[in-house]
């Protein structure tokens, strides 16, 4: 327990973790609220999905600039500014709703908003995990971050939920400014001498991103860790979206079933965040890292073939463990591979993935409407099986340990 947990012992780390928790919790709380909303005022389908993809193209644009200032800028100022950012147009929505003014634009608007300052904090919160730990723990401190947003998952749309159906719609987002400004707070606690090296600030914002996208394709290390992840929400991740095809349609479960089914995903991460955190900083990340994406796409493909939804949801909890050993191996890698001038620009590519999600989304849908979603499902993974696995094979660099770092990470100071 004392190792599983060793990163706590850092002040400015606890402090960052905190912060997650209450970016984690607003994101659902958010997402949940402005989908019942536009639900409520269109009764749509096409304008939630309309929605859901401003939310994701929106991370497109987001990502960069996050990568550009944060490595030009105090990390920890970059996020508390935009958390306060998102509380504030969180009470305006709310004032909205309470006033019944309300239109479908307003909701692009604050999707856009809201899409635009998370797309900035969680790169460069991810880029901080690094200034608030030490290399050796480094992988502990990612396992525990990625534990906490997991966690978010679980209880922020119960929350949600419960706030929407027993308070009001309105209250959901007064909760949410309420739990942003407590994230500020938290980020504030970190000490203002526990900073990056700012990169050269001479060049353009614009050759400083080139220069990023550069680095990153011409290091064969790193570029393969990021082809690995950009695997996943184009070919793995669009499942989620379809989860309540599964739960009508398959399980013949209803909306007791989706609940069921989107909740596993979050309780397995939990145990899975737990045992990274406990394995700390051991030989073989890269081929765990590996592995672990192979078996949580193995546990999807199992839930898609299956004809009860209580085993459906076992292997989605299963795929859950796996998928957050997978993806916390995948931050600390990046973070151990990168050099550190680069750090805030790589990781703002690998959030840039995410924003792929909702252009593959829409064939997949097509898809599932001709051939149901098993089949989609099932061939859409294993095209993903099949490309990790190629990638393996032919990239041994993954095989190799990370080089031992000159000078900790909280050597360098603003």
């Known amino acids: 327990m004392t190792r599983t947990f060793i990163s706590l012992k850092e002040r400015n780390f606890r402090y960052l973790m905190l912060g997650t928790a209450g970016i984690g919790m607003g994101q659902w709380l958010q997402q949940i609220g402005l989908l019942w909303l536009m639900k409520v005022v269109t009764e749509s389908a096409t304008q939630v999905g309309i929605l859901a993809a401003i939310r994701g193209g929106t991370v497109l644009i987001a990502a960069p600039i996050a990568g550009v200032l944060s490595d030009r800028m105090s990390r920890r100022l970059l996020i508390t500014l935009v958390t306060l950012a998102s509380a504030l147009q969180a009470v305006a929505l709310a004032v909205l709703v309470v006033l019944n003014l309300v239109e479908v634009w307003h909701l692009y608007l604050f999707a856009f908003l809201e899409a635009l300052t998370n797309g900035i904090s969680w790169p460069v919160r ?57 994230a500020a707070v938290a980020t504030l606690m970190i000490s203002s001498s526990v900073e990056q090296a700012s990169s050269q ?36 991740y669009p499942y989620v979206q379809f989860l309540p095809f599964f739960a009508d349609n398959v399980f013949h479960a209803g909306p007791q079933g989706f609940g069921l089914l989107t909740s596993a995903l979050g309780v397995g991460a939990v145990p899975g965040g ?35 939804i209580w085993i459906g949801a076992a292997f989605i909890m299963a795929a859950g463990v796996f998928h957050s050993i997978a993806t916390a191996l995948t ?55 099949v490309f990790i696995s190629t990638l393996a094979i032919f990239a041994p660099q993954l095989r190799r340990e990370p080089p031992v770092a000159q000078e900790e990470p909280q050597a360098a100071h603003v």
């Open 331 to 385: 931050f600390t890698l990046l973070q151990l591979w990168v050099r550190n001038e680069m750090r805030g620009r790589v990781l703002a590519l690998h959030s840039m993935e995410g924003g792929l999600q909702p252009l593959s989304s829409l064939p997949m849908g097509i898809a599932i409407s001709s051939y149901g979603p098993q089949i989609v499902v099932t061939v859409a993974c294993s095209m993903a099986l």
């Open 201 to 236: 600030k001479k060049e353009s914002a614009w050759a400083s991103f080139t220069g990023g996208v550069k680095y990153a394709v011409t290091d064969s290390t790193i570029l393969a860790i990021l082809l690995i992840a950009s695997a996943m929400p184009l070919l793995v």
């Open 274 to 308: 737990l045992l990274t955190a406990a394995l700390g900083n051991f030989r073989g990340k890269g081929v765990t890292m590996i592995g672990a994406y192979l078996a949580y796409i193995a546990m999807l493909i199992m839930f898609s073939q299956q004809g009860n």
């Open 126 to 182: 991810q880029a901080f995990v690094y200034n608030v730990s030490t290399r050796e723990h480094i992988t502990n401190a990612i396992a525990l971050n990625a534990m906490v947003q997991s966690t978010s998952r679980i209880i922020g749309p119960n929350i949600a939920g419960i706030l929407i159906g027993f308070v009001g719609i309105a209250s959901c987002f007064f909760a949410l400014a309420g739990v942003k400004v407590a």
